[in-house]
């Protein structure tokens, strides 16, 4: 939910009144965030990564051009010639072909001071309608955050968690 005081004339007096104000409702935030300049709150960077993963990791080859654009409009200014060309890169290979992924995010964890989110789900590769492929995948998104607006910077693959090592 993001908030402005919008200035209006009182019908009766002719001064301004400051107590108007316009709220914007975001129907996907399940509570009301706040954005400030201290830095990046959990629970923001936790639902922007979100939105991103299930965008970036989901594609086929009928929407490609819109995938792009999409992920491209999260870059940061600074990375958005390195993440166009990787971009462009997945869109050559996959455009023509008949395969499809589907990600379903399993878990997630972010970093709000280190700007990185870590994002654990089920990667599943389609050609038609038949399942080739189905593994479990890490990935991590990497943030940058000026003035009031966090922006992709970067994406990789993690390796697989080892499972002797969480049982420790």
């Known amino acids: ?11 009766t007096s002719g001064r301004r009144n400051t107590r108007d104000r316009e709220v914007v409702l975001l ?4 509570k009301q965030l ?5 830095g990046v709150e959990a629970d923001y960077l936790e639902l922007v990564t979100r939105d991103a993963a299930l965008v970036l990791l989901n594609r086929s080859p009928e929407g490609l051009d819109y995938w792009m654009d999409e992920i491209l409009k999260l870059a940061d200014p600074a990375s958005y010639g390195r993440l166009k060309a990787d971009l ?10 008949d395969v499809t992924q589907a990600f379903v995010i399993r878990s997630m964890t972010v970093d709000p001071k280190g700007l990185t989110s870590d994002v654990t789900g089920t ?12 593994d479990e995948r890490r990935f991590r998104f990497n943030w ?9 910077s970067g994406f990789s693959q993690l390796p697989p968690k080892d499972p002797t090592k969480d049982a420790q």
Request: charged share 25%; aromatic share 4%; glycine share 6%.
């Open 1 to 11: 939910m993001a908030e402005r005081r919008k200035p209006t004339r009182s019908m």
């Open 34 to 38: 706040t954005v400030s300049s201290a």
């Open 123 to 134: 990667l599943k590769t389609f050609v038609g309608a038949q399942v080739i492929a189905s």
């Open 144 to 152: 940058t955050y000026r003035g009031l607006r966090l922006a992709l």
């Open 27 to 30: 129907p996907t935030l399940p």
């Open 88 to 97: 462009v890169r997945i869109v050559e290979e996959q455009r023509g072909s």
